[in-house]
């Protein structure tokens, strides 16, 4: 079974604070995604990365940046958190070409709150 | 880019009675449509697919129709039972794209 693990499913940060959401998956999948979920919007893009050292905006991509050092890896970064960006983030990873072509395998979530 | 518009965003049945939710797209490109749930506290799971050469697939009590001419595909659930209450996401991917394009989510009560 394909496994995306985040770091923290709970944080409390201090707004100003720089925040790192962790997330590593063991399928050796190329395409990795950021999703932000608020309720009433839905999934939210906010980056994506198809390889290492790649990454693409997503749809709301504003006070976020990424980092795929490695390919099982892509980390979430918040350079100076906002209580705007108190939110559920999701980690996702997928091959689009392989056995299960089109299924995203979504990690347990990291709900963020930013006082 | 794709939008994908996503109705209703909430939905109550009776157990037993079917329920649909359906989701629109802009770009009559795209090529694949996934649904996913989201039961309460737990990460969205692929539940079924449809492919843009295809009509219409069937899961047991779950079934995926596509209308490329109208760019639309609709979920139906039949026989409802109070384990299908969740929140419920479609989306859509355009040919060569690396990302999916979700919807908004519907969340489905199953009332015993």
């Known amino acids: 079974d394909v496994k995306v693990t985040q770091s923290s499913r709970y944080l409390v940060k201090r707004t100003g604070e720089k925040v790192f959401l962790e997330c590593v998956q063991d399928?050796?999948?190329?395409?990795m995604f950021w999703y932000r979920q608020d309720p009433g919007l839905g999934l939210r893009l906010i980056y994506f990365?198809?390889?290492?050292?790649?990454?693409e905006k997503g749809d709301i991509p504003e006070g976020y940046s990424v980092s795929r050092e490695k390919k099982e890896r892509f980390s979430l970064i918040l350079e100076s958190a906002s209580t705007n960006q108190t939110s559920m983030y999701l980690c996702a990873s997928t091959e689009w070409g392989g056995p299960n072509t089109g299924e995203l395998f979504f990690g347990e979530g990291s709900r963020l709150t930013v006082l | 880019g794709e939008n994908v518009e996503q109705h209703p965003s909430t939905l109550s049945v009776q157990e037993g009675d079917s329920a649909v939710i359906k989701c629109t797209y802009s770009d009559s490109a795209s090529n694949y449509f996934p649904w996913y749930k989201q039961e309460l506290g737990k990460r969205p799971q692929l539940i079924i697919d449809i492919r843009s050469n295809v009509g219409e697939k069937k899961d047991q009590r779950i079934a995926v129709t596509l209308n490329k001419t109208a760019k639309h595909f609709s979920l139906h659930i039949t026989e409802t039972q109070p384990e299908d209450s969740a929140v419920y996401f479609c989306a859509a991917k355009e040919p060569g794209a690396n990302n999916l394009f979700f919807g908004t989510g519907t969340r489905l009560t199953v009332i015993p």
């Open positions: 399928m050796d999948h190329e395409n």
């Open positions: 990365s198809y390889d290492v050292k790649m990454k």
